[in-house]
């Protein structure tokens, strides 16, 4: 992939997210295309200049577990995507293919029009996105992050959404060294980044709430991370992890 598609891909996410929430129909490639020419005086031919980077738009949403957004872009006549998009859908889900023309669209797009965090496409995208906070005192502004709200899929399943920001912000201030066990990849292997976020109380009940970094978040490793999740009845806390492997107790987790 070019430096190119990804900045034209960079661009159509900035453009058409904030379309979709507001008005909650398709955009015309046309209307895409002068979207973009008044936003960043680029102008992308409707076609042609698209097709890369929509394609693009479809693989990272895949691979981010977010709904295909590229099937809101639409010829203005037929009111459906490109003949590409179709083909590329079948490759990212196989397990859809069989479905008609018609069933997958309305699938594909039932499945954006529900989502409601795009934000682990606009940090992929290294896209800026708004955050809310809250004014604790007039010097301390805390940042919380909504989840656990439930989404639609493509796999007409329900999941309790995760905030991309909040595991970025926690990584930021408790750093990449698992918070049980102390493992490090880039001291061990030199590759950074092997570690995994841990909510400290589980999101699996289904209501959404806000999540303080700080708090209620942990980075583990994935080790760690799987006997933390392995309690037949619950889930284990860092503790309990910590005496399975003769270690003491650490006072922030008591």
């Known amino acids: 992939m070019s430096s190119r598609t990804f900045e034209i891909a960079a661009e159509i996410v900035t453009v058409l997210v904030p379309f979709v929430v507001e008005k909650k129909r398709e955009m015309t490639y046309g209307e895409l295309s002068r979207a973009i020419k008044e936003r960043f005086d680029d102008n992308v031919p409707a ?3 698209m097709a890369n980077p929509l394609g693009e738009i479809q693989e990272s949403c895949k691979e ?3 709904p295909n957004l590229p099937v ?3 010829d203005q006549t037929k009111r459906r995507p490109a003949e590409g998009w179709y083909a590329q859908f079948d490759l990212l889900y196989p397990e859809l293919a069989l479905l008609d023309e018609v069933e997958k ?4 797009k039932d499945s954006v029009l529900a989502c409601s965090d795009w934000s682990p496409l606009y940090l992929h995208y290294g896209i800026d996105e708004p955050v809310p906070e809250v004014v604790v005192d007039d010097e301390t502004v805390l940042r919380l992050y909504v989840e656990g709200t439930q989404q639609a899929t493509l796999k007409a399943r329900e999941e309790a959404k995760r905030s991309f920001m909040a595991r970025k912000k926690c ?5 990449t060294a698992c918070g049980i066990c102390g493992f490090d990849s880039e001291k061990v292997y030199g590759v950074p980044g092997i570690v995994e976020v841990h909510h400290l109380h589980p999101l699996a009940d289904g209501d959404a709430r806000q999540t303080d970094p700080t708090k209620d978040l942990i980075p583990v490793c994935p080790n760690c991370h799987r006997v933390l999740h392995s309690k037949d009845d619950g889930v ?3 503790n309990d992890v910590r005496h399975m492997m003769g270690l003491p107790d650490l006072p922030e987790f008591e």
Do not use: C, D, Q, Y
């Open 236 to 238: 284990f806390t860092p």
């Open 105 to 108: 669209r309305n699938k594909a």
């Open 171 to 175: 990584l930021e201030i408790r750093g």
């Open 72 to 74: 809101m872009v639409v």
């Open 64 to 66: 981010l577990s977010l």
């Open 47 to 49: 076609w042609h200049g």
